[in-house]
Each structure stands twice: as C-alpha cells, then as structure tokens.
C-alpha cells in the first residue's frame, strides 16, 4: 500500500527557513514525478512545487528564489527546502504524487509563519 508521510512544518518567523520532508512506501517512485501542494484556511490547494524523475523542478511563481524541491530516490524522499518564508506562506503542505493505480496524498503538515 502506498503512503506518503510528511514532516518538518511548525511555526517559524517571517524570514526563517523550513525544510519539508515526504517519505514515500509502498512501491518504486524513482520513474514518477512528485509534488508538493499547499492549502491555507478558506482558500483551494495549490501546486507548489513540482520534480520530475530526472530531477527537473518547476514552482509556482509565489515561490520562485525562495523554495527549492530536491528528491532522493535512494531514500523515496522528496523535500522542500524553504526560505524566506512569509506570513502568506502559512498552510498545510502536502506531499503528492500520481501513479498508475490513482493519486496519492500525504496527511499533510502545518506550516505557519507569524512573529
């Protein structure tokens, strides 16, 4: 069975940093590309970040200069390292990943930034 298992959100002041970790089980991820998505209180998920299995990355405009997603395939770890952060980046994060048998969601982390 496959599960996605994120870690690393808490509370941190605007301009720290944070690094997000998804740990996935269950099967080979190596050849699929996977996401992080984020979800703030009344507003829809969105895409925010994006590696595919060659290591290409894509982000959201709102994140660009600031994020960085990286993936270890060794480990079935994908990670964002996030910096800069600022009080619109508060969220739960949410690691992704879509494969044959169906999309797949990790239970998600709360990442709030506030002094």
């Known amino acids: 069975q496959v599960q996605l298992v994120e870690s690393g959100g808490g509370l941190v002041q605007p301009g720290g940093s944070l690094r997000l970790s998804c740990a996935a089980s269950?099967?080979?991820?190596?050849?699929?590309?996977m996401s992080w998505y984020r979800q703030a209180p009344g507003k829809q998920r969105e895409l925010v970040a994006i590696i595919s299995s060659s290591g290409g990355t894509n982000y959201a405009d709102s994140v660009k200069g600031r994020f960085t997603i990286s993936r270890d395939n060794s480990k079935s770890t994908v990670y964002l390292q996030m910096n800069g952060l600022k009080p619109e980046d508060t969220a739960v994060y949410y690691c992704?990943?879509?494969?044959?048998?169906?999309?797949?969601w990790g239970q998600g982390t709360q990442v709030t930034v506030s002094s």
């Open positions: 992704y990943i879509g494969l044959r048998t169906g999309p797949y």
């Open positions: 269950g099967g080979d991820f190596s050849i699929y590309a």
